[in-house]
């Protein structure tokens, strides 16, 4: 049922108000693509959902107020050996920073201000410690606030090591080893995409390990970005007939009408943990629920509406960096024309604009319609997949 409430949520998400979209583009720097405000020199890895809270405390001094945390922080003034630990923390000389656990006022406590990285609505910021280590922290997008502000409660999303940094996982990887080296450690990587911003190289992506590798062209490492560790890899196949994401730990599914009422919200939790950010948006006085997990590129939405059902996921987004494909190999950064014939075979129409100018409705006789964003490249990409689209915005 196409109801008001839920129009008038969708007409702000797809105006670009709530949520900004990704560029789509498959390659990437050293450190992950970055999703809040748009492509960036920088481009790590955050996610787009907007984090709550005061925009004034941005990048500020530390906190003297702050207690330094156990576990890991220097021991009467002496150094701690760096070490890495895939989906939980990197520790460097002057403290450890746990994913998830630590906030930007703890790590400001641990090593000082860092200077925020120069992108639009960067969550990221950078700290360039002894030794020549230099550090990279992406803060999550807790609560839904706005879009690039970065309060002092923010917690670590995401933490990626270059320069001197000497420390190793408990397998033995750390900058400067070989492919061979983190494949015998990890395995092979589930996902890899090409780095084509200079210096180029190669991204191993193990999302389920809690770690990408950027290597460089002679397939040594040269970065290490530690993360969560997911409960799964973003590789489900795409079914926008029935509103589906097929992920190998069970389906997620969007609102298709009474007979199929969308995925359960604990059953979500369940199969993808919990989310990176998570908080209610107020729409013409209407909310619309988020669970982001946008580091593996989908976003969940929920709305306050009796028939669609407030437990249940009403629609959800994809984007970069989920690499799951449609039927005939299509999915985020296919070409325009690529996709639009994939949107054809499984019976769509053509694209009907919307007030958004990069985004487009692909409507079907006996199936919930489709949304997608296409970047302005030439030719155009897909940066994002909605299903089931309920109205053209």
Not at 21 to 31: E, M, Y
Request: proline share 5%; glycine share 14%.
């Amino acid at each position: 049922m196409r109801t008001a409430r839920v129009r008038a949520a969708w007409a702000l998400f797809f105006c670009g108000s709530v949520f900004a979209c990704s560029s789509g583009d498959d390659s990437t720097d050293d450190v992950p693509f970055e999703r809040d405000g748009g492509a960036s020199d920088v481009r790590d890895a955050g996610d787009d959902t907007r984090d709550a809270g005061d925009g004034d405390r941005d990048g500020g001094p530390r906190d003297a107020g702050e207690e330094v945390r156990d576990g890991g922080d220097r021991d009467g003034g002496q150094p701690l050996t760096p070490e890495l630990m895939p989906g939980q923390y990197v520790q460097v000389a002057e403290g450890r920073i746990e994913i998830g656990v630590d906030t930007f006022a703890t790590v400001q406590t641990k090593l000082g201000p860092g200077v925020r990285s120069m992108a639009m609505n960067a969550r990221s910021f950078e700290w360039m410690l002894s030794d020549g280590v230099v550090l990279t922290v992406w803060f999550a997008n807790t609560g839904l606030g706005p879009v690039g502000t970065v309060d002092m409660g923010a917690t670590v999303l995401w933490i990626s090591v270059q320069g001197g940094y000497t420390g190793q996982t408990p397998d033995g990887v750390g900058l400067g080893a070989s492919r061979t080296d983190v494949e015998t450690a990890f395995g092979a990587a589930p996902h890899e995409v090409a780095i084509t911003a200079n210096p180029t190289g190669t991204l191993l992506q193990y999302f389920t390990g809690g770690l990408l590798v950027a290597l460089d062209d002679n397939g040594m490492t040269r970065t290490i970005t530690i993360c969560r560790a997911y409960r799964v890899e973003p590789d489900g196949e795409i079914d926008p007939n029935d509103s589906r994401l097929r992920l190998s730990n069970g389906d997620l599914e969007g609102f298709m009408g009474l007979g199929q009422r969308g995925t359960n919200i604990n059953t979500v939790r369940t199969r993808l943990g919990e989310p990176d950010a998570e908080g209610d948006v107020t729409v013409s006085g209407q909310q619309l629920h988020t669970l982001s997990y946008a580091f593996i590129g989908i976003e969940i939405f929920q709305v306050d509406n009796a028939v669609i059902g407030d437990d249940r996921v009403a629609f959800l987004t994809i984007h970069t960096p989920y690499y799951g494909l449609g039927a005939g190999g299509a999915g985020i950064g296919t070409d325009r024309s690529d996709f639009e014939t994939f949107l054809g075979n499984q019976g769509y129409g053509n694209a009907t604009a919307s007030s958004n100018a990069n985004f487009f409705c692909y409507d079907h006789p006996s199936a919930q319609s489709v949304g997608v964003t296409y970047t302005e490249d030439t030719p155009p990409v897909v940066s994002s997949v909605t299903t089931p689209l309920l109205t053209c915005p």
